[in-house]
């Protein structure tokens, strides 16, 4: 199961900026400080992305005005050490961590954003640790349930459940025709979230391409989103 969720794409140099410690693992991170009033983002890629890929998506947050920590899981990149989705657990706490004890940055100024695989390290930091929200990009409800619309023994990343037992608020996007990951995860997760929640369908996106297809509607949406949380 660890394999189909962490194919491990070809090493490359470092991108980051940074250095995070994730058990024996050293993980590449890239740290850009955004505007005061703003909330810092922890991104959490694909899976068969690398830091050096995201660059660019990193980059545009900081425009957008937010901070933004992103990160390489063990394995990838540059980081030492081998993905698994314990490890991936593993990964995002020491992100989370390097925010608040290197950074100062508080708890509720923490917007925890993740990108299909990176769903499943973002919804278990979400459901551990406070932070301000979730957002979910093409996220899976589990990884048995990308392929079957049921969970069965040895199941990972069982994001549903994460959801269904914390009040956290979360922002979903996921397109219709998703063909890596069917549209009925997002949906499901959504149906199951206990918190403050939104879903965004977009109809002509597939998995690759959600982000092109949402242009300017992902920061509208997550500035929305933001601001009603805050009002509750």
Not at 147 to 161: A, E, Q, T
Request: net charge negative; charged share 20%; proline share 6%.
């Amino acid at each position: 199961m660890d394999k189909l969720l962490f194919p491990i794409p070809d090493a490359t140099s470092a991108s980051g900026n940074c250095q995070l410690r994730s058990e024996t693992a050293v993980l590449d991170a890239l740290w850009l400080e955004g505007k005061k009033d703003y909330p810092v983002i922890l991104y959490s890629h694909g899976n068969y992305e690398t830091l050096k890929d995201i660059r660019p998506l990193c980059y545009e947050f900081r425009l957008q005005g937010y901070g933004v920590l992103a990160y390489d899981y063990a394995g990838y990149g540059s980081s030492s050490g081998k993905p698994s989705a314990k490890q991936a657990y593993s990964d995002i706490e020491s992100a989370y961590d390097f925010l608040i004890h290197e950074k100062g940055v508080p708890p509720a100024n923490i917007l925890i954003v993740g990108y299909s695989v990176g769903s499943g390290p973002s919804c278990h930091l979400a459901s551990m640790h406070d932070a301000k929200a979730l957002v979910l990009c093409a996220p899976l409800a589990s990884a048995i349930r990308v392929v079957l619309p049921f969970s069965l023994p040895g199941d990972k990343f069982k994001n549903i459940d994460k959801l269904s037992t914390q009040k956290i608020p979360v922002l979903i996007f996921h397109g219709e025709k998703d063909d890596v990951i069917p549209y009925r995860n997002g949906k499901l997760l959504y149906d199951n979230s206990l918190g403050p929640k939104h879903l965004v369908t977009v109809p002509n996106a597939s998995h690759n391409d959600l982000f092109d297809c949402l242009g300017d509607d992902f920061w509208s949406e997550i500035k929305s989103f933001l601001a009603e949380i805050r009002q509750l």
